[in-house]
């Protein structure tokens, strides 16, 4: 059997276009509830990692958490955000119960709203 894989993509919907550059952490939540990183990525002009988040054979059941720094990102591209940014980290927890199947998290963000959902 092939193992499943975990990807995003994140859209700039202020700019209306992928946002590269921007930092992405994955966490595994333990039995405590608190999230432990195991990965930092960046997204790539196409607003994608350039490999899966977790791989074939990585994806093992249990609870995750994306965090996706769009604040230091809008920083860097010169948007017009207020210091603090309105939206600075965007925490994204959600659970793997099937290692075979393909997850796939998108991000839609603009610096004062955000919408996040399963993809296929």
């Known amino acids: 059997m092939v193992g499943g894989t975990l990807t995003t993509n ?3 919907t202020a700019r209306g276009r992928p946002a590269a550059g921007l930092r992405i952490d994955l966490a595994v939540i333990g ?3 608190r999230p432990r990183r195991v990965k930092t990525m960046t997204t790539d002009a196409d607003g994608r990692t350039e490999t899966p988040l977790l ?12 965090t ?3 604040g230091a990102y809008f ?13 600075d980290q965007i925490p994204v927890r959600f659970a ?10 998108p991000l839609f ?6 919408a996040v959902y399963r993809g296929s």
């Open 75 to 87: 920083k860097a591209v010169g948007a017009a955000v207020t210091d603090p940014p309105f939206i």
């Open 10 to 12: 994140v859209l700039d």
């Open 68 to 70: 996706f720094h769009v």
């Open 96 to 105: 793997i119960t099937d290692p075979a199947a393909h997850y796939s998290v």
């Open 55 to 66: 791989a074939a054979g990585e994806l093992q059941p249990g609870r995750y958490e994306l």
């Open 109 to 114: 963000v603009s610096p004062w709203g955000y």
């Open 31 to 33: 039995p405590d509830g």
